[in-house]
């Protein structure tokens, strides 16, 4: 296998500037094309019949410094409410409906903590933060974190014990909804893997605390602007995929049909931003944040991790992303491939092993949410990795 350097240059304060993506065919990507082309068909079909799976859906395939598929398909807002008598979608007049296309923004949902585990590892890098050390050194206002020895490892691992969430979208204001994190203990035994969206909120305390900069400004100064990353960026986001008409009792608040808004309820109680959720992206932006953590933290001449830390993150069990996840990876899993999934329907997979990365977005919680299926993740995850061919 070609070294790091060979195949990405050196970037950031090396000579060598690292290939930006660019579009090609799947045969110069080393892909083979016929699985290619059976993947775009059944992405294809995933918004089509009477209960699709997405209304739309953007699909970004690549390897190296290659695009072998950059596919926009069905619809970015296809419905103008949910009708519960019938368990069905009000469909928009066709004229009304708005197409998908490949520059369509998608609210991330919680692909965001991928961004902040980025933000953390690059503290971690400059030395500001200590990956065993204890939330409580950083913030010792957050009593139930500091008494039960909570560390940022287990934030990032999830592993620190504390439940999946809390009501913060019932809470009268920001002071509220502060002390209520501020009071969390673990339900949990800390050290067990436990999936938490306030690990992330902690995290995003943290970083907050020892730069004094927030969440919004740490990742646009120091991962979106670098990477040419411009349309990737904390709502509103006009433009962007609907998601849900989201009412009581199938969601958390009353808020119809979203639209360019975070659909997170508690990232939307908190202003829309968040660690655990509220950015907005566009398949080739994700493209450019795979290529730049294969390319061991460098894209163009930009560097925004070291090659020693994007292995510390990517590493099992990973921080912040998954690591050989089968049921969203498919057979893309088992050689240390990284990524995760968003409520709304977002995914991303990038394989070391392969210089490979695979970007589906999709609004599947339009008109409203139903019980998570990543089976098509692992169908497209599977389609990727039995398309790569030998270099």
Not at 281 to 303: E, I, K, M, W
Not at 313 to 336: H, I, K, N, T, Y
Request: negative net charge; proline residues 7%; charged residues 20%.
């Amino acid at each position: 296998m070609p070294s790091l350097e060979q195949t990405c240059g050196r970037g950031g304060s090396g000579q060598l500037s690292v290939p930006r993506l660019r579009r090609d065919t799947p045969e110069r990507a080393g892909l083979d094309p016929e699985e290619i082309r059976h993947l775009v068909r059944e992405v294809h079909d995933l918004t089509t019949g009477s209960r699709p799976w997405a209304a739309g859906a953007v699909l970004v395939v690549g390897r190296g410094p290659y695009v072998a598929v950059e596919e926009a398909v069905g619809w970015a807002v296809r419905y103008a409410s949910y009708d519960p008598a019938t368990d069905e979608g009000v469909e928009l007049p066709p004229g009304s409906r708005v197409p998908m296309t490949v520059d369509t923004p998608f609210d991330l949902a919680s692909l965001t903590k991928l961004f902040t585990s980025v933000a953390a590892v690059q503290q971690i890098e400059r030395g500001t933060l200590g990956i065993d050390a204890r939330v409580g050194a950083y913030l010792p206002d957050f009593r139930a974190a500091a008494r039960h020895g909570i560390t940022v490892r287990q934030l990032l691992t999830h592993t620190s014990g504390l439940r999946p969430e809390l009501p913060l979208y019932d809470c009268a204001d920001d002071a509220e909804r502060l002390e209520l994190l501020r009071a969390e203990a673990p339900v949990g035994v800390p050290g067990t893997y436990r999936y938490s969206d306030l690990n992330l909120l902690l995290l995003q305390h943290v970083l907050e605390r020892i730069t004094g900069r927030t969440l919004d400004v740490l990742i646009h100064d120091g991962i979106t602007r670098p990477l040419g990353m411009t349309a990737t960026h904390f709502g509103p986001c006009p433009g962007a995929a609907a998601t849900e008409d989201q009412r009581r009792p199938w969601a958390k608040s009353d808020r119809g049909m979203l639209r360019g808004v975070v659909h997170d309820e508690n990232a939307w109680a908190l202003g829309g931003v968040a660690g655990h959720a509220g950015l907005f992206s566009t398949g080739h932006d994700l493209a450019v944040f795979c290529r730049a953590l294969l390319c061991g933290g460098a894209y163009g001449p930009a560097r925004v991790l070291g090659p020693d830390f994007v292995e510390l993150l990517l590493s099992p069990p990973g921080l912040g992303f998954a690591v050989d996840q089968p049921w969203f990876m498919g057979e893309l899993a088992g050689r240390g491939a990284a990524g995760h999934t968003g409520f709304t329907g977002t995914s991303l997979v990038l394989d070391p092993a392969t210089d490979t990365f695979l970007v589906l977005l999709a609004n599947t919680v339009h008109p409203r949410r139903r019980t998570p299926d990543s089976g098509p993740r692992a169908a497209a995850g599977t389609r990727v990795a039995r398309a790569v061919r030998e270099l």
